[in-house]
Each structure stands twice: as C-alpha cells, then as structure tokens.
C-alpha cells in the first residue's frame, strides 16, 4: 500500500521545510563554487522534469517536452513508480530515460531518493525543471541532483510556500492559464539566456498546447474489441461492433482528491438515462482491478442489460485501443480525461473542487462544473487539499445536465 496523501503532505511540509532551510545554504555554496570552476550552461543539453504524483499531468506536459526536444534537449523524467505507465500513452521519454521512486513505503521512497541523486549525476542531468506546485520534497531533489540549471516555480512575496532556495531560474505560477501552458512557461526559462525577474515574460498561444495523438496498433485494438465482444457475448448481450455505439462511464477518481467524485447514485441515473435515450448502444463501466466491487454496485443500481462492469478489463497499454473504439466517455475529473485525449474520443468531464481552465483536458472534450461560490476550493496556495466534507460542488450536476452534453458528444459523431 503506497503512503497515504495526507502523510506525505504532512512529511513535506513538518520535515520538508526544515530540510530545505538546511540545505539551501549549502547548495548556494555549492553553485558559487560551480561557477567558479566551471564554465556557464549555455544551453540545457540533458532535461529533466520532476513530477511524480499526478498521472494526468504526464499528458498535460507532454507539449512542453516535445517543446524542449525541439530545441535541441535529450530530456529525462522523474515519476513515481506507480504512475510510470502514463508516460507510455506518447512515448515522448525514452524508456531508458525515465528514473521512478517507490512511493509504497518510507523506506522505499528514501532508498529510490539516494538512488534517483546518483543517478542523476551519473548521467550528468545538466537542467532539472521542477513541474510540482511548490513541493518541498521535489525541491530537495531538484536543488541536490546536481543540475547546473534549475527551474521552477518561486513564491515571491506570497506567503506560506516557501521551499528554500533551491532554484537558480524561478518562474512565477499563473493560476490563471491552463497548466500546460505553465509547464511551457518553465521550458522558456530553462533556455532563455536572459534572467527575468519574474519568469516568464511571454504569449503563449492555445495551438502551443495540442496533445499528440497516440499511435494505435492495429494488433491491440482487434485484441480488446474482441474482449469486448466475448464478454458481451457471455453475459448474453448482442453486440455487433459496426453497426452498435460504445459508450464509456468511468465513475472513479483516485485518492487525491476525493471530493472530485460524482455520486455512485448519479452514475447509476445517468447510465439508466443513457440506455433509455440510447437503448442499442453497450454501454461500458470503466475502473481499475481494484475498483470492482465498486463499480458493480454501480452496475448493479443501474439495472441496466446493457451496461457491462469493465473495470480492470484492460491494461493500461490498451487504453488508447478502448478509447478509439469508444464514441462518448463521461467521466469524473481524473486521470482517464487526459487519457483519452491521445486519441479523437469526445468526453464530458464533470468538474467540482478543480476548474477546467487549468485542468480541462486538451482534447474533444466538455467540461461541466456548477460555478459555486466556493469553487475551485483546491490550489497551489493549499497544496490540493480543502476541508470540505460535502461536495455540493459535484452533487449540484444533475443527470439531465449531463445528458446534453453527451448528446451533443454522440451527434458530433455521426
């Protein structure tokens, strides 16, 4: 079982803070005698970017590495263990590339830390782009890794974040743009060859964030329409691919964040609404091996024929494969949002205590929130954590709402 979300925000901040004002010093000595004996980055050759605990945000800053390989960096990935996978929806980072920590236990984390330092230095990792919202643990990584240049995000005259001074390039974070086109901002600073004060003194336009389609093996997508297919033929369902919609609901959202989660009852309402406007069409319940149970209670309270428990019916290899065959996914706000904006699938995203502006996934998708007063409630400032116990936010979006939006979906298909 990986250390729980709140544990690691406590050790961040109750050991985090202590340690980044230790070795702050230290490292301020350390690149003064770097300068002095060795010449000046003229432009980053080696690129790391550090972020390890949010799947999605793999996808989200896959323009701005594919950004730094255009200006002429090999880049490299920093990501815990358990989120590694997403890096294989673009292949933009070489497998060889891409260094994990185990973030199952306190010993694992520490021992793959050390490992991950001596790595780092081994390949002689010249430029580290930290991409965490104020982190001290990434910051302790990014200031000891041994990367002449070092670039993140630096508070300024806020207050309450502060993480040392690990940085040499500091870049103001902008809650105001899409997150990806903050990672972009970063990537400017790290090549830029003048100093800003702040960073980053630039436009960056919509097309700068397009995702990059995945390449989709033919082999894989037989494979999983076929399952598709058995199971619906098992469970006595007909099923004709060509001639029949697939329509994905995905009821999870991980651990994180929990407040992002739609009621297990709505989920049951929208499929029942789905299969009564739509009743020819398969409808599919989504979800990790772990999530099961959860999902056939879903199924269950539907009582729908027609909508199959899918859930851990796929690697995650695959996912690109199901979401190519798929015509409309409804889905909470989690990592399947972004998912499945390397292939053309349309999604509706239902939006509470985050706000599409800066997460919305980049691809055919439609953000529903319901705008209270009180959301988005989670931030950089609170490092993604609210006291809200009862999220209104999610429960305000109703089951007609909903069905609109993939209306509107199902029909762009046609």
Request: a positive charge; hydrophobic letters at 45%.
């Amino acid at each position: 079982m990986s250390i729980r979300v709140n544990t690691m925000r406590s050790i961040d901040h109750w050991v985090g803070v202590p340690l980044c004002a230790i070795i702050s010093p230290l490292i301020s000595v350390l690149d003064r005698l770097q300068s002095a004996f060795k010449p000046a980055l003229q432009t980053p050759r080696k690129l790391l970017f550090i972020e390890l605990s949010e799947m999605g945000s793999a996808i989200l800053v896959d323009p701005a590495m594919r950004e730094a390989q255009a200006r002429g960096a090999e880049i490299y990935f920093l990501i815990f263990k358990s989120n590694r996978a997403s890096l294989s929806l673009l292949n933009t980072v070489k497998p060889e590339n891409v260094f994990t920590i185990d973030s199952s236990g306190l010993f694992s984390l520490m021992r793959d830390s050390v490992v991950f330092l001596w790595q780092a230095r081994q390949q002689r990792i010249d430029t580290v782009i930290d991409l965490e919202l104020f982190s001290r643990f990434t910051a302790l990584l990014t200031g000891l890794c041994g990367a002449q240049r070092r670039v993140g995000y630096h508070i300024f005259h806020g207050e309450g974040l502060w993480r040392g001074t690990m940085l040499t390039r500091k870049v103001h974070y902008n809650p105001h743009i899409h997150i990806a086109k903050n990672f972009i901002s970063l990537v400017h600073a790290a090549f830029a060859t003048a100093i800003e004060i702040p960073f980053s003194k630039i436009t960056i336009p919509d097309s700068a964030i397009r995702i990059q389609q995945a390449k989709i093996d033919l082999q894989v997508l037989q494979t999983v329409q076929e399952r598709i297919i058995g199971l619906a033929r098992q469970l006595a369902i007909p099923f004709a691919a060509q001639a029949q919609r697939l329509i994905l609901v995905n009821p999870n959202a991980s651990d994180l964040l929990p407040q992002r989660r739609w009621a297990p009852q709505r989920f049951a309402e929208l499929i029942a609404a789905i299969h009564t406007r739509w009743p020819n069409d398969l409808i599919l319940i989504t979800g990790s091996a772990n999530e099961v149970a959860y999902v056939e209670a879903i199924r269950l309270e539907a009582k729908v024929e027609r909508a199959i428990n899918f859930a851990g019916k796929v690697s995650f290899g695959e996912l690109p494969a199901l979401y190519t065959l798929a015509k409309v996914m409804v889905t909470n706000d989690s990592g399947p949002g972004h998912f499945s904006s390397v292939t053309q699938l349309r999604t509706v995203v239902l939006f509470g205590p985050e706000t599409p502006a800066l997460y919305g996934s980049l691809g055919r998708s439609i953000p529903i929130t319901a705008q209270l007063a009180c959301s988005p409630c989670v931030s950089a400032a609170n490092h993604r954590k609210t006291p809200c116990q009862d999220n209104v936010c999610m429960q305000a979006i109703t089951v007609a709402e909903v069905m609109v939006k993939v209306a509107v979906q199902l029909d762009a298909t046609d």
